[in-house]
């Protein structure tokens, strides 16, 4: 009893104490732009933030006067271009990798790894010339081939790592009862790996939807998805930081939401490859 | 008959042999568009005098913008800074994030909870960040002075991004505080692939904590560790949009990276024949830890 009430201590002193603070550290900044949210701009620079006299004033000036559903409706559709973009073009993609053996597989593969890791500031400077050229500027269109450069090979290697994960044997048997390559894949493969295309699907919603050099770059006036939003709300001489703070929170609950629910999944899909290696 | 029988066996072979491209070639020629095309540019645009309000000005230089660029002493400062940047960065999110793995490798009963909130900042985007960050360190109002006036750290308010010395440092804390969850996640799932009997072993023939650590579990994350070091030096030199919301390179030249310097050479000044030459430059640099990474995933392709 006494070793068992000295080990509860030592395990409140070691692990729980240490753990809430890391936490605190981890949420506290965010925790800090929602208080702020729920502030009167009057007294942030007065008393400062407070949860006392909480109001959701800034929220409703947000949509009201800024117009933030607009922008808000810009990054859905982006993001959700680019998943569908993405997933289209990864699928099959992933299928021959996982399935056959060809020449120029090893080469292909590290090409899809290699172009993940391209500075994107190599790249934005001439995605700006080729949309000005194609006359795409400040389209949905130029933000979702802009985020696609990351979704592609992200989405591929993911779903390499799921069908790898389904074994040979089941794509076979549905052939030897008479469907072809294709057939096996949609109505075999796909449904079995439905779980890892949902992760992936939302994975690049979230980076797309978080996404902020190409939008500010590649949109403008007429597409202004939420993180170029929220930046503009920084006036030349003062900040409104309650109205600011309410968009970032707006902004990044879907994320943050979302992310929550695939966590499990996707960092199984993610760390696969890295502890085995 | 058996003439019809051969044709459709070759015809067969042939599917087979073309099908994996035929599956691989809408994904390979997009990215062809977005990513090959794009980046041969940007070489090319590097060899040129190119700025952008000058459109009909487009004349060859060879590697005149990357002499000028080693000559360029803003070019020195980014450089250096990206060091400084990256050198102190990596290593705080590690560290801390092996510690989170750790705790969270033990077992307490709200586990699964701290398991879930601790993505938090991984998952949320850059810009809000920033923005929540520049809020916090502001210098008259800002949560971070109070704190510290309060528990007698600091004598006055401090302007964390407004001054030169202290800019740098306060952006790294930042890009620290996002990127550990990550170090975090995957170092916990290297832990929790370690099998329970080598420790049970080790405690059998009276290994002390200190000893299983140091022989059994970092061996065993070894591997995780390497790669998602890799992999965070790669995204953290890539992402400069944090330092750019939150400083713009300022004050002066004090928070400048190469990334950053390429983007506010082409996006203010548009010379982007400039801007090109030191986002080829930078990409060299990084090139080398690509290359290591490509290595260790040599295995699993």
Known sequence: MAVGRSGFWKRILTVDMPMVLILLFALGPYFWMFVTSVSQESVLFTTGPSLVNATLENYVRLFETIGFADNLIDSFLVASGTVAVGLSLSVTAAYAFSRFDFRAKRLLMTQFLVINMFPLVLLILPLFILMRWLGLLDTHLALIAANSTIAIPFSIWMMVSYINGIPKSLDEAAMTDGCSRLQALRRVILPLCLPGIVATGIY????????YLYALTLGGREVRPITVAVQTLIGEYEVQWGLLSAGGIIGAMPAAVLFLLVQKRLISGLTQGAVKG | MRHRFSDKTELHALGRRVLPYAMLSPAVLVTLAIVFFPMLQTTWMSLHEYILFRPNDFHWVGLGNFK??????????????TLIWMGITIPAQLLLGLTTALL?????????????LIIIPWALPSVIIALMWVWIYDSNYGVANEFLLRLGIVQKAVPWLANPDTALASIILTLTWQGFPFFAVMILAGLQSIPHSHYEAASIDGASQLRQFWHITLPGISGVVVTAVLLRLIWVANSFDVIFVMTGGGPGYSTYTLPLYAFIKARTNLDFGYGSAIAVLFTLLLMVFVIFYLRRMRRMI
């Open chain 1, 204 to 211: 690049i919603f979230i980076t797309s939807w978080n996404e």
């Open chain 2, 68 to 81: 000028a660029a080693l000559n360029d002493e803003v070019f020195w400062i980014s450089f250096g800074h």
């Open chain 2, 104 to 116: 969270l490798n033990q077992n307490f009963p709200w586990r699964p909870i701290a398991r879930a």
